[in-house]
Each structure stands twice: as C-alpha cells, then as structure tokens.
Antibody, heavy 121, light 111 residues
Framework: EVQLVQSGAEVKKPGESLKISCKGS????????IGWVRQMPGKGLEWMGIIYPGDSDTRYSPSFQGQVTISADKSISTAYLQWSSLKASDTAMYYCARAPTLGYYYGMDVWGQGTTVTVSS | QSALTQPASVSGSPGQSITISCTGTSSDVGGYNYVSWYQQHPGKAPKLMIYEVSNRPSGVSNRFSGSKSGNTASLTISGLQAEDEADYYCSSYTSSSTSVVFGGGTKLTVL
C-alpha cells in the first residue's frame, strides 16, 4: 500500500525550533516529489514548497521562502519540514503529499495524515 | 502571490449538478493545463479529484469532471450525493513564482 506517514502532534513555544517528518512507503521514494501544505485553523490550503528526493531539487512558495526549510533523506524515505524559530502564527495543520516525477504541478495524489503544530507561550 | 478565486460556498439538492469556478490569470490557470481539484472532508486530508484540468485519478467517480475556459477552471459534480458535501480546492502552477497556488476553497452543501 502506498502511504505517507507523518510524525505526531507538536506543542512548542515561540522561538523554538522544530522538524517534522513524512515517511513514504509502498513506492519508489526517489521517483516522486514530496510537497508540504499548510492549513491554518479554519482556513484553506496553502502550498509551501516541494522537494524531489532523487536529486534534492527544492522549490518554495514566495510566501514561505526563508521561513521554513524542506529537506529529504532518501536513505530512509523521509522528507522533512523545519523551522528555526517558531512563531504563534505557525500554528496549523501541516500535510505532506506526493506529486509525480513528470512535474510537481501535476497534482498530489497521496497525502499524509497531517501533523498538528501548536505554538504557544 | 495571490490565491486563485473560488466562491465561498455553493449548494445543491441530491441528484442535481453544481459547478465550482476557479479564476486566476494568464500566469497560472489561463497559461497552463496544470489545474487540479481536491476534496476535503472535515478533519480529513485532502483527496485529489481532478488533475491536468480534466483528468480523473483511478477510483474517482465519473460524476466529477473538470474543464477550463480562459483564466477560469471549473469543477462540475453531477448527480449530487450527500457524501459530496465537503470543501473543494483548486490549484494551479504559476509561472510568476514557478510554484503552485491554491484557491481559497469552496464549501459545498448538499441540501
């Protein structure tokens, strides 16, 4: 079964760092893009960025460039989303999802279950 | 970058058809056939319903169809069923930032 399994919920304080993960299984991890999508409480989906684990090619939305870091470790089929200094406004659900090698804009067909990040003092 | 424009809500009765629009610019929806549509039920992860404007992934009902005219893409759901009640999001490649942008989302209510 093709699946993406994300790390568990996180509760952090402003200024702290955080790295959440997304592990792929049931398919060739290096042959698909892995993207990250934010959904703030009660709001819509926001495309954050995407990485191709095969060669680490990474693209960011202008809204998130410099705010987060996307990485991947193909040896363990895992992608990451990282913050160096969290803000309260980072409180949201974060989804990872895969897109085909053809192009990261072809649509994301498999999604993780989501990771809730809560940032509060 | 600006999100694509979708109506906040649409509604229809069981058995009817509804259409959700997604308006962008020539830099995104109008310039490329890379429009996707997602369905999201409350508390669940999104599900891909349409890709490349009008293609359905395996397993998606043929009651769902997509199209595009100019800078506006559309998702049509025919034979509405109670289970179709959900939020729907469009997305498109955008050349202005070589990234992807989502629409604001549309809440579909089945009356």
């Amino acid at each position: 079964e093709v699946q993406l399994v994300q790390s568990g919920a996180e509760v952090k304080k402003p200024g702290e760092s955080l790295k959440i993960s997304c592990k792929g299984s049931g398919y060739s991890f290096t042959s698909y893009w892995i993207g990250w999508v934010r959904q703030m409480p009660g709001k819509g989906l926001e495309w954050m960025g995407i990485i191709y684990p095969g060669d680490s090619d990474t693209r960011y939305s202008p809204s998130f460039q410099g705010q987060v870091t996307i990485s991947a470790d193909k040896s363990i089929s895992t992608a990451y989303l990282q913050w160096s200094s969290l803000k309260a406004s980072d409180t949201a659900m974060y989804y990872c999802a895969r897109a085909p090698t053809l192009g990261y804009y072809y649509g994301m067909d498999v999604w993780g279950q989501g990771t809730t990040v809560t940032v509060s003092s | 970058q600006s999100a694509l424009t979708q109506p906040a809500s649409v509604s229809g009765s069981p058995g009817q058809s509804i259409t959700i629009s997604c308006t962008g610019t020539s830099s995104d929806v109008g310039g490329y056939n890379y429009v996707s549509w997602y369905q999201q039920h409350p508390g669940k992860a999104p599900k891909l319903m349409i890709y490349e404007v009008s293609n359905r992934p395996s397993g998606v009902s043929n009651r769902f169809s997509g199209s595009k005219s100019g800078n506006t893409a559309s998702l049509t759901i025919s034979g509405l069923q109670a289970e179709d009640e959900a939020d729907y999001y469009c997305s498109s490649y955008t050349s202005s930032s070589t990234s992807v942008v989502f629409g604001g989302g549309t809440k579909l209510t089945v009356l």
